[in-house]
């Protein structure tokens, strides 16, 4: 079956490591790029550090949604 692929665990353990997992990643995602990502003001960066290490999976989400329109030009066309 399906889940003896996955080293013996139920559908349950699964849906639990996945959503452990999943905002752990984002997390990781948005404070890896706000770190190399360039912003028109140094301060824009420390602030979203601090809003994704304090609000882990909603500082993520944030980050992605907002931050784009804080970001230098040169660092945009990159996206």
Do not use: H
């Amino acid at each position: 079956m399906i889940t003896s692929l996955f080293l013996g665990l139920g559908q349950m353990e699964l849906i639990l490591i996945s959503a452990m997992l999943l905002p752990l990643l984002l997390t990781l995602w948005a404070l890896i790029d706000a770190i190399r990502s360039n912003f028109t003001k140094d301060i824009n960066k420390l602030i979203w550090i601090i809003v994704i290490i304090c609000v882990p999976f909603l500082g993520g989400i944030l980050y992605f949604l907002l931050a784009r329109s804080q970001k230098s030009i040169t660092q945009q066309g990159k996206l």
